[in-house]
């Protein structure tokens, strides 16, 4: 079974902090995805990256970063955390653009 | 432009009953639509998915209805147990971009 490891299930932080989100996949995926989930609004995808090395922009990515250095890590960064930036994110990979998803179970993250 | 529109935001059902939620799109781009169940405290799942050649996919007490024509897929869940209760969205993939739009979710309660 695939395995989507994000290294912390909540964290908080303050307002300004720059806030660095790992996750971890054991399955040497190409493809992984960060998305923020808020009730009644989905999942929106913050930036996917399709390669090392290698990002695209989602829906949302304003007031984020990602970083993706080696195959199964990728990093999502807020660079300087606001209290809009309070949510549910989950990170996401697949092997081949037309397979599903694999998640994983999701960072809750307040900034106060 | 909200590309995937989701329904009911909410389904309270009766242990037994059948459960029906929808979804409909825009974007003709899209050719594979996933299901994901999500529990609390978890990540989104992958509960069933469907190829827009064929108008209906079944596992088990699920199965997805695709119309391409009008561009509309929905979720059945056949006598329909308290542990489906969960959070559901649909997704649309474009396979050729990579990328994944969700609906918003259905939140199922199913009573006792």
């Known amino acids: 079974d695939v395995k989507v490891t994000q290294s912390s299930r909540y964290l908080v932080k303050r307002t300004g902090e720059k806030v660095f989100l790992e996750c971890v996949q054991d399955m040497d995926h190409e493809n992984m995805f960060w998305y923020r989930q808020d009730p009644g609004l989905g999942l929106r995808l913050i930036y996917f990256s399709y390669d090392v090395k290698m990002k695209e922009k989602g829906d949302i990515p304003e007031g984020y970063s990602v970083s993706r250095e080696k195959k199964e890590r990728f990093s999502l960064i807020l660079e300087s955390a606001s209290t809009n930036q309070t949510s549910m994110y989950l990170c996401?990979?697949?092997?081949?653009?037309?397979?599903?998803?694999?998640f994983g179970d999701g960072t809750r993250l307040s900034i106060l | 432009q909200q590309q995937v529109k989701q329904s009911p935001q909410s389904l309270i059902v009766q242990k037994g009953g059948i459960s029906i939620i929808n979804c409909a799109y825009e974007?003709?781009?899209?050719?594979?639509f996933p299901w994901y169940q999500q529990f609390p405290g978890k990540g989104p799942a992958l509960l069933i998915a469907i190829r827009p050649d064929v108008s209906e996919k079944k596992e088990g007490r699920f199965t997805i209805s695709f119309n391409k024509s009008a561009k509309q897929f929905s979720l059945h869940i056949m006598d329909s147990q308290p542990g489906d209760s969960a959070t559901y969205f649909c997704a649309c993939m474009n396979t050729n971009a990579g990328k994944s739009t969700f609906g918003d979710g259905t939140t199922l309660t199913v009573k006792p």
């Open positions: 974007n003709t781009a899209f050719d594979y």
């Open positions: 996401a990979s697949t092997g081949w653009s037309n397979q599903p998803q694999h």
